[in-house]
């Protein structure tokens, strides 16, 4: 019997090599190649994708039409946000994220809201039987009879249903439990992968179909990862949150037809996912004012603002070494501004234990937190509080002096939005907002500072 032949594929870039070598030629990347059997009868694996659209001919530009006005909306404002207003005909979505996050959940809801526009959607699911998909679909509501389900993992009966039901939106769950039985690998390697999404995106593009793929991702990633997946794609979000928190971020990583810039929030609740159309009001819930040791910042997330309670705990050590703790952000950060409050206040905190805490399990690593990590050590330091309608952002430097930030008129904006009255922020930022006649600061206190030891004043 011959023996079989194998190659090996670089699971970042999809780079092909007949040898295994400790770097990716393509990538650079260290230990990305895998083994994988080659293509098999007749077919060889990772051939370009032809024929994107069959009676396709080179036109001028001027002469093409865009079909802008065909943007359909999902009905969820939240994930219309991130895809750019609504889905576009013919493109290829991936949707990524952790197993468990609410992937199935999210697209479920979309499909059910986009059938009872009368659009006809197939969910194709290689996970679960269409009861399971069922048991779900029934703790999220009532569905029109314009959503179709299908439990099947090969490509070819696939693309034969597409044809029969002519749908308008396809769900592929997951991409990694699909086989294109032309390719002798198994299913989510990736020469699978890759032949899979080539046909999906013949097939959206000439069909002019929707199409969301689920893609999981591992932290080994010993699996194709999705990494190459997203060059193929027109759109990739990703669905994080914390596992123990309640809220999930989709978040857009590469968008062919709107920003990147956005993030969608949802909670996730017995009854599915929920939208969060005011993050700043569901992360201050629970909030106790006027305590020392708490305070709030506006951090940015794209272009979206949200109001972010940032905590800390100073208190005299009963160690030979004092212990420092961030949950939430970079500890190194907050070793280095505890230094410049020792160096540039004085004040000693070298015998001090703290702890910092970014509550609702967000993690924030913009600068524009310095300044409320100072503020939030100095009042637990001190056990004295900010007043409870205060906000305030800014990077700080080494010599202490406060930083100006980008988007602080967003930034101030969302403060005054949520009811707050003060705000405490970089001085050049003030300057530029009061010249700014966009922005309505008359019932806010702009405070300018330039140096961290003004904020003393104001706990
Ligand atoms: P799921 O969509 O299956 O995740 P993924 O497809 O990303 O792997 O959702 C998984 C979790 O969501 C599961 O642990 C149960 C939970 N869940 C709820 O809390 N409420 C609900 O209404 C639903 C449908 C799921
Ligand atoms: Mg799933």
């Known amino acids: 019997m011959a023996k079989e032949k194998t190659l090996f594929f670089c699971k970042e870039c999809g780079y092909e090599l007949s040898k295994w070598q400790g770097q990716c030629p393509g990538c650079h990347g260290w230990n990305t190649l895998v083994e994988a059997p080659s293509a098999g009868r007749g077919k060889k694996a990772g051939a370009p994708v032809r024929n994107i659209q069959s009676s396709a001919k080179p036109a001028k530009i001027n002469e093409i039409e865009t079909q802008e006005e065909c943007r359909t909306g999902t009905g969820m404002p939240e994930l219309d946000r991130v895809l750019g207003d609504g889905i576009v005909p013919g493109s290829l979505i991936l949707v990524g994220g952790d197993p468990g996050i609410g992937k199935s959940t999210l697209l479920l809801q979309m499909c059910r ?15 679960e039987s269409p009861r399971q998909i069922k048991l779900r679909a029934e703790r999220i509501g009532t569905f029109s009879d314009d959503l179709y389900l299908y439990s099947e993992t090969c490509m070819g009966t696939i693309l034969q249903a597409v044809e029969e039901i002519e749908p308008k939106v396809v769900i592929v769950d997951s991409i990694q439990t699909m086989l294109e039985e032309t390719v002798d690998a ?16 013949r ?8 199409i969301f793929i689920v893609g999981h991702v591992t932290k080994e990633g010993n699996v194709a990862g999705p990494r190459m997946l997203e060059h193929m794609v027109d759109t990739v979000l ?45 992360m201050m819930q629970g909030r106790l ?22 905590q800390a705990l100073v208190c005299q050590t009963s ?18 501004l505890m230094a410049v409050l020792e160096k540039r206040l004085g004040i000693r905190l070298s ?20 300044l409320a990590l100072v503020a939030a050590l100095l009042s637990s330091h001190h056990g004295r509080s900010l007043d409870g309608g205060t906000i305030l952002f800014g990077e700080v430097g080494l010599v202490g002096e406060v930083r100006a930030v980008s988007q602080a008129e967003r930034r101030v904006a969302e403060a005054i939005k949520t009811g707050y009255d003060t705000c405490i922020i970089p001085e050049s930022n003030r300057q530029s907002i009061l010249k700014a006649d966009n922005l309505d600061v008359s019932g806010v206190k702009l405070l300018g500072i330039r140096h961290i030891r003004e904020i003393l004043d104001y706990i």
């Not at 097939?203 to 929707?210: C, G, P, V, Y």
């Open 289 to 310: 004012l006027n305590e020392a040791g708490s305070v709030v910042v506006c951090t940015m997330e794209g272009t979206r603002p949200f109001l972010i309670e940032v």
């Open 319 to 336: 160690f030979p070494m004092p212990r420092r703790t961030a949950v939430g952000t970079d500890y190194n950060r907050v070793n280095l």
């Open 238 to 282: 990703y669905f994080e949150g914390d596992k123990t928190a309640m809220y999930r971020m989709l978040r857009g990583v590469k968008n062919r037809f709107g920003s990147t810039n956005e993030v969608g929030v949802f909670e996730m609740r017995g009854k599915g996912l929920i939208e969060v159309p005011n993050p700043s009001e569901y």
């Open 351 to 370: 015998d001090c234990d703290a702890y910092v805490n970014v509550a609702g399990g967000m993690k924030i690593n913009e600068p524009a937190l310095d």
């Open 203 to 210: 097939l959206a593009k000439s069909k002019n179909i929707t």
């Open 113 to 127: 809201l986009l059938a009872e526009k009368k659009m006809r959607v197939l969910y194709v699911s290689g996970e």
């Open 186 to 201: 198994a299913p989510g390697s990736v020469s699978q992968v890759r032949e899979i999404t080539g046909s999906l995106l």
